[in-house]
């Protein structure tokens, strides 16, 4: 009987039933990710099909070739050479110039702004304190459209005439005809220049990298001694060269203008004027809320080993406050570029202004809609990709 007993417990326990395939749960997640992707491609054909069959009632094919076509229109502002006979392919590109130009000035100026303004926010300076929270309340509610609208009335009615221009450090020259500054021109020696200065500053990264961990520097301090040592070095290549790299073409007075040099019109200041104003408050909300995601004990430690306020924000709180900073801003930074399609509305031609001229002279709204939709996709991932990059760099890693 103990034996009996023994060898019905050896042996295996019978093996679980299966269920049919079509009562899996993974089959059945997959057939619904299935049917939801057809139904969605079948409503994206059906749409695409109705399109093609109206523009064909209307004699027209789908199509791309338009952008080798003369576009017949100027551009007032273009950092490349533009005219009428210009494909309508480089007056997209003019435009998409325009747009980056306008954007990441906006994006630079409306950082600094927004930082200083978010840090002062929190002073205990009563009168920086409210100057502040004024400033964020009053642009933050203000539709941004209207900021561009001020700005541009303020830049045409308020600056000086030509022959008042306001005379800047540099050969600069504000007036209401717009920013007068030299241009540089390219030389022999420029192609060379360019080259030492970025194997200069690679070189100069690495160094001050691995001898700022020696050292115990953090990235702020290594930052400005890679910076210190790469302009002197591009100062060293300058006097070294036969050549000056570039030379700079001054802007100078001749009867109702100026002539030479670069010139900004007042349209581009005020949008990128604009576009910082209305877009600091959002930043620095962001500064404010981040700087005051860090713990009060954190701060306290740092004044009870006597670090000054200074010391207490660049060392403690912001490297701190950044993990709460950065997503946020990347959201920021998405909207300014987004929003400088506002720039059309006072003229400055930016690429919704100069795709609009396009699709006026050649009818193709499909075409340039889709155009425009893939730029500012483009534009909108790239600018994620530098953010997630770098909020990556700055979070805390776990042990």
Same mark, same amino acid.
């Given at each position: 009987?103990?034996?009996?007993?023994? @060898?019905?417990e050896?042996?295996p326990?019978?093996?679980?039933?299966?269920?049919?395939?079509?009562?899996? =749960?993974?089959f059945?997640?997959?057939?619904a990710?299935?049917v939801?992707?057809?139904?969605?491609?079948?409503i994206?054909?059906f749409?695409?099909?109705?399109?093609?069959?109206?523009?064909?009632?209307?004699?027209?094919?789908?199509?791309?070739e338009?952008?080798?076509?003369?576009?017949g229109?100027?551009?007032?502002?273009?950092?490349?050479?533009?005219a %009428?006979?210009?494909?309508?392919?480089?007056s997209?590109?003019?435009?998409?110039?325009?747009?980056?130009?306008?954007?990441?000035?906006?994006?630079?100026?409306?950082?600094?702004?927004?930082?200083?303004?978010?840090?002062?926010?929190?002073s205990?300076n $009563?009168?920086?304190?409210?100057?502040?929270?004024s400033?964020i309340e009053?642009?933050?509610?203000?539709?941004?459209?209207?900021v561009?609208?001020?700005t541009?009335?303020?830049?045409?009615?308020?600056?000086?005439?030509?022959?008042?221009?306001?005379?800047?450090?540099?050969?600069?020259?504000?007036?209401n005809?717009?920013?007068?500054?030299?241009?540089? +021109? #390219?030389?022999? &020696? @420029?192609?060379?220049y360019?080259?030492?200065?970025?194997v200069?500053?690679?070189?100069?990264?690495?160094?001050?990298?691995?001898?700022? %961990?020696?050292r115990?520097?953090?990235?702020?301090?290594?930052?400005?001694?890679?910076?210190?040592?790469?302009?002197?070095g591009?100062?060293?290549?300058?006097?070294?060269?036969?050549? #000056?790299?570039?030379?700079f073409?001054?802007?100078?007075?001749?009867?109702?203008?100026?002539?030479?040099?670069? =010139?900004?019109?007042?349209e581009?200041?005020?949008?990128?004027?604009?576009?910082?104003?209305?877009?600091?408050?959002?930043?620095?909300? &962001?500064?404010?809320?981040?700087?005051?995601?860090?713990?009060?004990?954190?701060?306290? #430690?740092?004044?009870? +080993?006597?670090?000054?306020?200074? +010391?207490?924000?660049?060392?403690?709180?912001?490297?701190?406050?950044?993990?709460?900073?950065?997503?946020?801003?990347?959201?920021? $930074?998405?909207?300014?570029?987004?929003?400088?399609? +506002?720039?059309?509305?006072?003229?400055?031609?930016?690429l919704l202004h100069?795709?609009?001229?396009? &699709?006026?002279? &050649?009818?193709?709204?499909? =075409?340039?809609?889709?155009?425009?939709? #893939?730029?500012?996709?483009?534009?909108?991932?790239l600018t994620?990709?530098?953010?997630?990059?770098?909020?990556?760099?700055?979070q805390?890693?776990?042990?």
């Amino acid at each position: 009987m103990a034996e009996q007993t023994l @060898t019905y417990e050896m042996l295996p326990p019978p093996p679980p039933p299966r269920s049919a395939w079509w009562r899996d =749960e993974r089959f059945l997640q997959f057939l619904a990710q299935a049917v939801f992707v057809i139904i969605v491609a079948g409503i994206g054909y059906f749409l695409f099909q109705n399109m093609v069959q109206s523009l064909a009632k209307q004699g027209m094919v789908l199509g791309y070739e338009f952008l080798e076509s003369p576009t017949g229109f100027d551009i007032s502002t273009s950092l490349i050479e533009h005219a %009428r006979e210009s494909s309508n392919l480089r007056s997209i590109a003019v435009g998409v110039i325009n747009t980056i130009v306008a954007s990441l000035l906006g994006i630079v100026l409306a950082t600094i702004l927004g930082v200083l303004v978010g840090i002062a926010s929190l002073s205990r300076n $009563y009168l920086v304190n409210r100057f502040a929270w004024s400033y964020i309340e009053i642009f933050r509610n203000i539709p941004l459209l209207l900021v561009i609208f001020f700005t541009y009335t303020l830049v045409i009615f308020n600056l000086p005439a030509v022959r008042k221009s306001f005379h800047l450090p540099g050969e600069i020259f504000l007036s209401n005809r717009g920013l007068y500054m030299p241009k540089p +021109l #390219a030389t022999a &020696t @420029t192609g060379l220049y360019l080259i030492i200065g970025v194997v200069l500053l690679i070189g100069t990264f690495i160094l001050v990298v691995k001898f700022g %961990r020696r050292r115990k520097l953090d990235y702020f301090q290594m930052s400005l001694i890679t910076l210190g040592i790469w302009l002197l070095g591009l100062l060293a290549a300058w006097l070294v060269l036969p050549e #000056a790299p570039f030379q700079f073409e001054l802007p100078r007075l001749k009867g109702l203008n100026y002539v030479g040099g670069a =010139e900004f019109t007042p349209e581009f200041v005020a949008i990128v004027l604009g576009l910082v104003l209305g877009s600091a408050p959002f930043i620095a909300d &962001t500064v404010r809320a981040g700087i005051q995601s860090v713990s009060k004990g954190q701060v306290d #430690a740092a004044r009870a +080993l006597g670090m000054s306020g200074y +010391l207490t924000m660049r060392l403690i709180i912001f490297p701190q406050a950044l993990r709460v900073i950065i997503p946020p801003m990347t959201s920021n $930074y998405l909207s300014l570029t987004k929003n400088s399609t +506002l720039a059309a509305a006072v003229g400055y031609p930016e690429l919704l202004h100069v795709s609009s001229s396009i &699709t006026s002279q &050649t009818g193709r709204a499909v =075409e340039m809609m889709s155009i425009l939709m #893939a730029i500012y996709l483009a534009l909108s991932l790239l600018t994620s990709l530098v953010m997630n990059w770098y909020n990556k760099r700055v979070q805390l890693v776990e042990r």
